[in-house]
């Protein structure tokens, strides 16, 4: 007896032992997310808020249990490229990650010309897309069905800002408006220009630049001899430093100037330190506890575990990249299934809050926030300007340089 009992236990060991290793294999099942991300390169100092924040919500979800599909668990992966800011590269590495790694479903690059030109990858292979790192409208009057976007329209930007204009004293009555020639930026100078003229502002200087370009002397010059009130500039933030930096040189002190990119960046203000002061920005995000998410708790949370991981605060393109990983999350749940046919459908009707917003995509495949008109102020991002109106006064008018 003790011999049969002996084997039975050992028969039962066996068999548990078996069983427990069917479980975890049953439960090491992934969902593979794959992106191409500017890690080195002139716009890797933006890029790597993707890859920063990719990586921050896929452990985050995974800690709380993964994602269930058709009953089953699964955690979540990520495989990254660096694209090194080259979009020849980074559409090659898109078709690689379909055709080749086989990933089951895509996040974005940084930048508008980037995901204008690997949205295509994504749209050949029907394999859904969710980025935040392109709000160029360009990018979603295509007709494409794969591409879904967090950021705000392009030409919505100045919107926030040019009505913050109608309200300030001494008035504003003439803009310069510059832009890079890329697709985001080219975009914004589009949706800007009503904007002023229907608000009554004269566009005195209306001139497009190259991307990366480095010596704005000579546009410098020109906005010093029209004596323009406000200056807008649309680029990216390594030509808005230095645009700053060379307005300092050359003593150009317009009433208000307005950036696109950098204002609501840490990065930002260290590059500059006080010359940073009285720079107008936009955002469609700030670190609020009132936006409550899912996974985080609430905005505020967001940013707190982000700074203590990375060692550097989050701005709306590190939230934006976390929202682009929950809406993916979000439509598998509601497909329950990774079909890219049927998380694709999903997409297109999820609702759901998270720490960047709500997030709705329009038949475009697009969200819409409104942007927050934010001031350096002291050496601190101040909100401006809300959905609802003034929050904080301005500092305003510009002092001159040599006043501050």
Known sequence: MKRGFAGLFGAAVVALS???????????????????????????????????????????????????????????????????????????????????????????????????????????????MVQGGGASDQIFTRGFKYIFGTLPPATHYYSSTVDLMKTLQPPIKTVALLYADDSFDVSVAEGTRPLLTNAGFQIVMDEKFSTNATDFSSLLTRIKSLNADAVFVAGHETEILNFIRQAKS????????????????????????????????????????????RWFGDAAEFAKVYTAKFGYDPDYHAASGAADVQALVMAIEKANSLDPQKVRDALATIKFDSLYGPIA????????????????????????????????????????????
Do not use: C
Request: hydrophobic share 40%; charged share 20%; net charge neutral.
């Open 18 to 128: 078996m069983m427990t290793a069917g479980v975890a294999a049953y439960a090491q099942q992934k969902i593979v997310l794959g992106a191409s991300v500017q890690l080195t390169g002139p716009i890797a100092n933006t890029g790597r808020y993707y890859r920063d924040a990719y990586q921050l919500t896929v452990d985050r979800i995974n800690a709380a249990g993964g994602v269930t599909v058709d009953g089953k668990p699964y955690q979540l992966e990520l495989k990254i490229y660096d694209n090194q800011s080259d979009v020849g590269l980074s559409v090659r590495q898109y078709t690689q990650l379909v055709s080749q790694d086989k990933v089951n479903f895509l996040l974005g690059p940084f930048a508008s010309n980037f995901a204008l030109a690997d949205s295509v990858v994504s749209e050949r292979y029907k394999i859904p």
């Open 250 to 293: 050359l003593a150009v002190s317009p009433k208000l100037y307005s950036f696109t990119v950098g204002v609501p960046s840490e990065d930002f203000r260290k590059a500059l330190g006080a010359d940073a002061n009285y720079a107008f920005g936009m955002t469609a995000w700030l670190p609020t506890p009132d936006m409550k998410d």
């Open 361 to 404: 995509f329009d038949e475009r495949g697009q969200i819409d926030l409104p942007q927050i008109v934010v001031q350096v102020q002291d050496g601190k991002v101040v909100e401006i300007h809300g959905p609802k109106g003034p929050v904080n006064p301005p500092k305003y008018p510009m002092p001159a340089w040599n006043a501050r």
